[in-house]
C-alpha cells in the first residue's frame, strides 16, 4: 500500500541531547505555554515545570492563527527567551518552523524542530527538513490519513534525516463538543508502519482542560513514547489555547498519576 | 446545551444478574462471536471464554447487515443456543435487538438487551426500551454527536429505565485505514455528562484484530468500566466480522495484560 | 463492489397518483411544512403551496426529534389534517414512518412513505416497506455512504417495492456553517447505479433559508428529478427546523425561477 | 464570528488580462494538464482547447504528491513550456506555486498564480502573495472550515492583495466514492461573505470523468463564476490524475452543454 524506502518499520530511536525516545525507553513529557508570551512567562513556567518534573520545554514563537489579527507570536526574540529558559533549567527546547526563511535561525536555536499541523503536507519545507540534522516533531495533519502521515515522514527520511518523533493531535470530525478527535489507534499503527516513536498532544487533540489527565493515560496505555501538553501559569490570561492549558498545579497531578503506572 | 432531567451525571451502577456494573467496580468483560452461528459454535466459544476469564457472554441473533443477501443471523434459534452457552458457563447474555416485533422474545431470554449503532436514532424502539426491566447496553450511531448520544440514552431514561450501559465503538471519519475511529475522548466525557457506565468495543472501534489489545488497555486508562470483545473460534471461517474477531488465545492474552494494571 | 439483484441500474419511473418521477418526467415538487401543528396551520400552507404550483404535500406527523423534551408530532390525527388538506388542494401526500407500529395506518393514509434519514440503517423497518404496495421516498442517512445507501434501497426492492425515490439530504461533516454538506454528486451516482429517481431536499441539506434557490437550481442542473422543500406560513413561530423553512412568498420565487429553467 | 477588515463582502471583479472575472461577468472556462509532463504534451493540449474555447491555461509544474518517490514536476522548464502554449494559444497561463523559494520565477512566467489545497494553511506564504500584484487562485483545503478558508483569503488581502478567486475544490468526509465530497453551497456562501469570485474545481471535486459534465452544470447553476477542468491528451497515459481527466473531445461535449445555459 504505502511505498516506503527508509522508514520500513524497523525500530528507531531518536535522540536528543541526554534524552532518548522510543523503543524501551520511558516515555518523554514535553511541556510549555502554547505562545512564548513574555521573557518572565516563559522563565516563570519553566521555572515551576522543573519543579515537578520536565523532559523537553515547549513553545511557539511563531503562531500559525486562523486570523491574520490575532496574535502571531514573539518570533526571534521569543525564541531567545524560550532558549535561555531551557538553559535555566537544563532541558532541551522545542519550537515551530512555519517556514524555509527562518529555518537556519530556528535550527541554530532550537534543540528539536516542530513540523506543525498545518504544515504536514507542506513538502517543500518537508525536504529542507530532511536536510538538518536535528530531532524534528512531525505532527499529524489535521486531516491527514495515516497514509499520508507515514508518507510526509517518509519525505523527511528521504532527504536524509530519520529522527522524526511523530505526534497525534487529534482528528477533525463531525464532533464538537471536543476541538478534535482524539485518535489513540493511530499510536500502535504508527508506531508498527514506521518503527519511530510516537508521541500524543491531549490538549489540542481535546481541546478541554479536564480531559488531559485520563486521555494522557489512554495514550501511555497504548504505547505511545511520551506526552506534549500544554502548560501557562495563567491559563485565563494566555493569548492563545487557554481553555485547553492547565497550570502548573495541575500539570504536577497529572504528573504524579501518570508515574504511578 | 442538553435538555436532561433523569440522567444528570449523577453516578449510576447497572446491575446484570451479580454483576455490578460501572462507579468503582472492576472492569467487566463481555466477550463473544459477533454472530451465534450454530449451537456448536457458540457453546465451544463460551466454553472456552470461560477457561479464561469472562463476565459477560456476547452473541448476535439478528444481524443488521449491509447487504439483503448476506447471512441475517440465526433469529431466535440462535437465542435458545446463546441462552443455553451463557446458562452452561453461568454468566448472564446479551444480544441485540432490531425492533420491536422481537422485543417480548428478546427480553424474555437475555439478560442485557443491546441497541446497536444503527438503532441509536431509532426513537420508537428507544421509547420501547424505556419500559423494560432489563440493563440496555446503547451503542452509539456510527456518526452520533456526544450530544445526540447523551440524549439517545435520556430517552430510554425518560421513559422509565436507568439501567443503562454505554457503549463507545468507534465513529465514521475520512481514515480508511481502521473500520472506524475509536474516540477514547467519549468515555470520560459521557461519565460525566450522564453518570452512567461506560465501555468500549475496541473489535468494531478499530476493524483490526492486533489493535485489540493497545485499545483495550488505553479503555481502561481513561476510565472504562468495561470492554466487549469479538472472540471466535475459527475467525477465518466466521460468517462476519472475522477480521476483527480474535480467538480465545488470543482473548486469554489481552484478558492477562489487562488484569496485571 | 455491490451485491444487487433488483436495482442494476436499469431506469425506473415511479408512480404516485397522476404524477410520474423519474426518467424524462419533469421535476416534482414536493413542498410543505416540516411538521403538521395545526389543522389550519396544514390548510393554510396547502392552499398557499396550491397557488403557486406543488405536486405533492408533505408534512411531519411523527418527528424524530433529539430530545424527548421537545415537541414530537400530532401523530395520527396530524396525519388526517394532511390527507384533508392533500385532497382539498388534489395532490398526494407524504409523511415519515417511524416505526411499524404505524405502518398500517401511514400506508392508510399517506400517498407516499418516507423513510427518514435515522431509520435508512433500519433494516426490519425496510423489509417491511418492501411489502407495502406505495411509493417510498428513501433518505440518506446522515452518514450513510453511497454504498449503504444503494443496499438500503436494494433491501425494500428485494423484498418487493421497487416504487422507491431516493432523498440526497445532506451528509455529515467537519463543516459547521451549514447544517449538513448537500452531496450533490449523490443525484448523478444514484440516478446511475440504481436506476431509481433522486430528489433533493435543499432544507436540511443546507439548514439556511437563503441557500435553498441557488441549491435547488444546482440539483436540478446535475439530474435531480424533484425537491423537497420545507415551507412554513410563519417560519419564526415553526416548532422545528424554522430556520431552514420559507414562506409562501419565498417558495413562489423558488418555484418561477427554476421553471425559467 | 469573522474578524475582516478586507474582504466584507462587496463584490470584487478580478482582471487577469482582458478577462474580467467574477460579478456578472460570464464564467471563465479553465482547463488543461493536472502535470505539465513536456512541451509537446502541453503544446497539444492547448492547441486542442484552443479549437474547443478556453479562457486560461492550467498545467501543474511543482507538484504536491504524497509520496516522494512520484513524479514531481517539470520545475521551471515546465513552466517555460506552459508560457509558450499559453503565448500560443493567446491565453493567461495559471500554475500552483508551493513555496517563497519559487514566488519570483512563478511571478515572472504565470499570469495567475494558485494556492493549492496543501497550502490553503501556510500562513507564511499567503503573506507573501498578498505581497504580490498578480491575481491568485486560492483552494480551499481539503479539510478546511467556511471560516478558515474565508480567512485565508483575507490574510492575503491583509497584506495587500484583492485579486483573490477562490476555488472550491470538494472537501474530505467519510464517502469513498468519490475522491472528495464537492461542496457547491460553499459557492453562494462564499460569494456573500467574502464578495470574491468562486470557482469549482469538478476533477478534483469528485475524481469521476463522468460527474465532470453534471457537476460542472450544477456549479455554475449556484453561481460559480468559472470552472477549472483538468484536461489530458490521452487520460490513460498521464502522470498523475488520470482517473478524473477528461479529453479534449470530452471538454468540447462539456463546453457545449455549458454554452447551452
Redesign the interface.
Known sequence: M??R?VLTGQQIVVTAGKLNIGGDNPPVMIAGPCAVESREQVMETALALKEVGVDILRGGVFK???????FQGLGLKGLQYLKEAGERIGVPIVTEL????NLDAVVEYSDIVQIGS??M?????L?EIGGINKPVILKRG??A????WV?AA??IA??GNKNIILCERG????????RN?????A???MK?ETGLPVIVDPSH??GHR??IL??S???????ANGLMIEVHIDPKKALSDGQQSITPEEYQKVYLEINK?
Chains 1, 2, 3, 4 share one sequence.
Do not use: H, W
Request: proline residues 6%; positive net charge; glycine residues 4%.
Open positions: 504505502m511505498d524506502k500559525p492563527r486562523t486570523s491574520p489579527y490575532t512555519m517556514d524555509e526563511k498545518r504544515n503536507y507542506n513538502y517543500s519545507l525536504k489535521m486531516s490519513s495515516i497514509k499520508e508518507m517518509e519525505y528521504a532527504y482528528i477533525r470530525t463531525f464532533e464538537v463538543y471536543t478527535t482524539l485518535d489513540l489507534a499510536v500502535p499503527i508498527c487533540g481535546t479536564q480531559l485520563p486521555m493515560k489512554a495514550a501511555l496505555a497504548c504505547g503506572l
